[in-house]
């Protein structure tokens, strides 16, 4: 028996960045946010249509 303590098996995690809605440092509760707040801003903002992902299909129109 030693007396070393157990390995921590947990991946490792990279250090929180900078939170992409204002910049202050990502707290790992709200990971990669700051704040409950800015969470919210990021969600509003994918439910607002504010973010895009590109396509090469033409836009539905009412007719199809």
Known sequence: ???EPAP?????R???GACPICGR???????P???ARCRA???GRWFG???RLPSDEAPLTDSE
Do not use: G
């Not at 440092?25 to 990971?31: D, L, T």
């Open 33 to 35: 946010f700051c704040s």
């Open 1 to 3: 028996m030693t007396d």
């Open 49 to 51: 249509e504010d973010y």
């Open 25 to 31: 440092k990502a707290q790992e509760a709200h990971r």
């Open 8 to 12: 921590d098996r947990r991946p490792r």
């Open 41 to 43: 801003i990021d969600l």
């Open 14 to 16: 990279k250090p929180a």
